[in-house]
């Protein structure tokens, strides 16, 4: 809706890194999407990746960050939705390429199954319970 638009703040990313194509690019993102997207579907989404149209000719992306084949970066890479009940956008993985990894400045509370990287490393976040240290509900080492 018109409304939630005026409503919603704005999002811009820069494109630091990657294909000279696209570094120094910058996305402005509202509510409806990407403005100027190839896509042009104004559905709250905002999606990257490699390939510009399907084999049956549809715009794949809203924005086509050209690769070589190395690169990682799948032909439908990841999504930026935004979200009407909480004015927030958020970022998914769609499964495609390397995966999408995002910077933070806060402290996050690690969930199981979570995966870190950093450099060229990759941790993964699993918990179990030790068996020397079992305790029943309530109680603290």
């Given amino acids: 809706p018109q409304e939630e638009i005026a409503k919603a703040k704005c999002l811009r990313i820069r494109v630091k890194e990657g294909p000279e194509v696209a570094k120094g690019s910058s996305l402005d993102i509202n509510a409806c999407g990407l403005v100027g997207s190839l896509r ?24 086509v960050i050209a690769q070589d084949e190395n690169e990682g970066i799948g032909d439908r890479h990841m999504i930026i939705k935004y979200n009407m009940v909480d004015r927030g956008y958020y970022i998914r993985d769609l499964g495609k390429g390397s995966g999408t990894f995002v910077r933070i400045d806060v402290p996050l509370v690690l969930k199981n199954g979570f995966i870190v990287s950093f450099g060229t490393s990759h941790l993964t976040v699993n918990f179990f319970q030790s068996e020397g240290r079992r305790r029943r509900s309530g109680e603290i080492d």
Avoid: M, P, Y
């Fill in 40 to 63: 042009a579907k104004n559905d709250g989404c905002t999606i990257l990746g490699s390939l510009r149209q399907s084999a049956k000719g549809e715009v794949f992306n809203d924005f």
